[in-house]
């Protein structure tokens, strides 16, 4: 049973939270404006297509090898932008059948059910903090603290690790949303097959290699762990502002994760759409400097998560 573990223990700091920003500056940072949405969409589609083009038209390895990194984080693009339907953020008003049909075309690209990412996700908010309860790191976090395992995360791995990640939590969810996970994950996986096939019967098994193995299964792993070790691996577990990594605001990662390194900002205020997240990071700097709380750079969670190999949760400027 969850318990809303993250909600019974941030009482007090929500409502310094909510003292930090003013009720209208809060309204408007709120505010889902849905061709700014869409804007975003476009130009994740406008890279891969042309990442496609330039990869399939040259062989040169420093044009097409760039071609399959920026296809590979354009993938993991499109679950931010599920990420974005899932807490409402596309439009004004809710729109169900838009955002039922938004989710299916978002998790499409990587593979996953739309149903188990909403399920899963939600759970995270309700119960980050709990070791059990919260579905990531209960499921999906490292248990095994050696590099060569951190690593593996990293590479093809991943897949067969977070499959089992989320078929182990989806044994607590009622049969019928069991059954809608089974079924999404058949049309991905039927979906994904027949593309493979097609390209390698179209382009090639070079041209695949390009625009489909090297992206999906060698890139798409390494954008995931970037993204992931700076949400909430480094954190004061003492202090409940702190069970997120606080990042610094970055204008590289901010166009490559589409805002999602904000992510400390987001359990704050799940609602705000993820362009307003780089104004919200700045609004609350003094709320910051009251706690204490350092911002990191990718550089150096990265240092401390392979290289220093500290231990997933915990504190590690201790």
């Given at each position: ?5 993250y909600?019974?223990h ?13 009720r209208?500056?809060?309204?408007e940072l709120?505010?889902?404006?849905w061709?700014k ?5 476009l ?5 891969a ?8 038209r040259?062989d040169?390895?420093w044009i ?15 679950t931010?932008l599920?990420?974005?339907?899932i807490?409402n953020?596309v439009f004004?008003k809710k729109?169900p059948?838009w ?15 739309r149903?188990?990412?909403t399920?899963?996700h939600l759970?995270h908010?309700?119960?980050?903090g709990?070791?059990l309860h919260?579905?990531?790191?209960a499921h999906?976090?490292p ?16 897949f ?5 990640a ?11 949303v ?8 058949l049309?991905t ?12 019967g ?6 695949f290699?390009?625009?489909?193995a ?6 798409f792993p390494?954008?995931?762990?970037i ?12 202090d409940?502002?702190?069970w997120?990594t606080?990042m610094?605001g ?11 390194n904000?992510?400390?900002e987001h359990?704050?205020f799940?609602a705000?759409p ?17 706690h204490e709380m350092k911002?990191?750079s990718?550089?150096e969670?990265l240092?401390?998560?392979f ?6 949760h915990?504190?590690?400027e201790?």
């Amino acid at each position: 049973m969850k318990t809303k573990y993250y909600y019974k223990h941030i009482g007090a700091f929500r409502r310094e939270l909510r003292n930090e920003i003013s009720r209208p500056v809060l309204k408007e940072l709120h505010q889902a404006v849905w061709w700014k949405h869409f804007a975003i969409e476009l130009r994740q589609v406008f890279l891969a297509a042309a990442a496609v083009f330039l990869a399939l038209r040259f062989d040169t390895l420093w044009i097409w090898l760039p071609c399959s990194i920026v296809i590979g984080f354009t993938v993991f693009g499109f679950t931010v932008l599920l990420h974005e339907v899932i807490h409402n953020a596309v439009f004004a008003k809710k729109r169900p059948r838009w955002n039922s049909f938004l989710g299916w075309m978002y998790a499409l690209p990587s593979g996953i059910s739309r149903t188990q990412f909403t399920r899963w996700h939600l759970d995270h908010h309700d119960e980050l903090g709990h070791g059990l309860h919260d579905p990531k790191r209960a499921h999906l976090t490292p248990k095994i603290l050696k590099r060569w395992y951190k690593f593996l995360y990293m590479t093809p791995a991943l897949f067969p690790i977070y499959f089992r990640a989320a078929a182990k939590e989806a044994k607590t969810y009622p049969p019928a949303v069991q059954k809608q996970i089974r079924f999404e994950r058949l049309i991905t996986i039927a979906l994904h097959v027949f593309i493979m096939a097609g390209l390698i019967g179209w382009i090639g098994g070079w041209g695949f290699l390009k625009v489909y193995a090297i992206p999906y299964f060698f890139i798409f792993p390494i954008a995931f762990t970037i993204n992931r070790v700076g949400q909430h691996y480094n954190i004061n577990p003492k202090d409940v502002a702190q069970w997120t990594t606080l990042m610094e605001g970055n204008w590289f990662w901010d166009f490559v994760f589409l805002y999602s390194n904000y992510h400390l900002e987001h359990h704050y205020f799940p609602a705000v759409p993820c362009y307003n997240l780089p104004q919200l990071h700045k609004l609350l700097q003094p709320l910051y400097i009251r706690h204490e709380m350092k911002a990191h750079s990718y550089g150096e969670v990265l240092y401390g998560w392979f290289i220093l190999n500290q231990a997933p949760h915990t504190h590690w400027e201790m």
